[in-house]
């Protein structure tokens, strides 16, 4: 897929990698529409960085992933703009530590509402708009540790290998028009209650000996847009070869 004029919606954009994954796809001339639920003024900030990139302000839409209305209003919206989707990018996301006897009910339904339905509904909506148009990719953003689960953070590993398996059974779904790949982080921005005792043991466990950056991820995400149309179904690892260990 050549990217320029595509269009591309990639959520939670406001920061970290949803933010430089737009940075990224717009420098290579997508036509991308930023997408965040609450941190309006963060968003505002990447759209101005992409107006420097493109020359011209992205649309920028407000939504909560986990409601089918709210995906509805922004599909309404990037149609009325721009007249199709071309790219889907499911990166917002939640993570916090739920250690598996403390764990609550809500905080369960918190992590498959976000992290699992979300993914689910933008793929679902977005997916028929690439149906009808006989064209489109979608990215979803699951993470090592939907094959490694964490015990401390049971909820969140589940709801990632829900996104595993939503991506390969879409694959199929959604075949011969719409390709479905997933990118699998490792550890990338730790967390603010890591410290630099547990940031160094996560190091000394990955074979390229660093924490991963945001740019790495968006740049898996950018090469199985435009890096190939024969790859589907699949889960690329960026995670330093850390699944090896």
């Given at each position: 897929?050549?990217?320029?004029?595509?269009?591309?919606?990639?959520?939670?954009?406001?920061?970290?990698?949803?933010?430089?994954?737009?940075?990224?796809?717009?420098?290579?001339?997508?036509?991308?529409?930023?997408?965040?639920?609450?941190?309006?003024?963060?968003?505002?900030?990447?759209?101005?960085?992409?107006a420097a990139i493109a020359g011209e302000k992205p649309l920028v839409v407000r939504g909560d992933i986990s409601r089918a209305g709210d995906w509805e209003a922004m599909r309404d919206a990037i149609l009325e703009r721009h007249g199709r989707i071309d790219i889907l990018v499911n990166n917002a996301a939640?993570?916090?530590?739920?250690?598996?006897?403390?764990?609550?009910?809500?905080?369960?339904d918190h992590f498959m509402d976000v992290n699992l339905k979300g993914v689910y509904l933008g793929c679902r909506i977005m997916g028929e708009v690439m149906m009808q148009q006989q064209s489109g990719k979608i990215v979803n953003i699951a993470d090592v540790a939907a094959e490694r689960i964490w015990p401390s953070y049971i909820p969140y590993c589940v709801s990632k290998a829900g996104v595993v398996a939503l991506t390969r059974g879409l694959a199929k779904a959604l075949a011969p028009h719409v390709l479905v790949n997933a990118v699998a982080p490792g550890t990338v921005l730790l967390a603010e209650e890591y410290d630099s005792e547990e940031e160094q043991a996560l190091i000394d466990k990955t074979p390229l000996k660093r924490v991963g950056s945001p740019r790495d991820i968006a740049s898996a995400v950018t090469f199985l847009l435009e890096g190939s149309d024969f790859i589907t179904g699949q889960i690329l690892g960026v995670d330093g070869g850390r699944s090896l260990s």
């Open positions: 897929m050549n990217l320029k004029n595509k269009v591309a919606l990639i959520t939670g954009s406001a920061e970290r990698v949803g933010k430089e994954t737009a940075l990224m796809l717009a420098g290579k001339g997508a036509r991308v529409v930023v997408q965040y639920r609450s941190k309006a003024a963060r968003a505002e900030q990447t759209a101005a960085e992409i939640i993570f916090y530590k739920t250690p598996f006897l403390e764990s609550t009910e809500s905080e369960w």
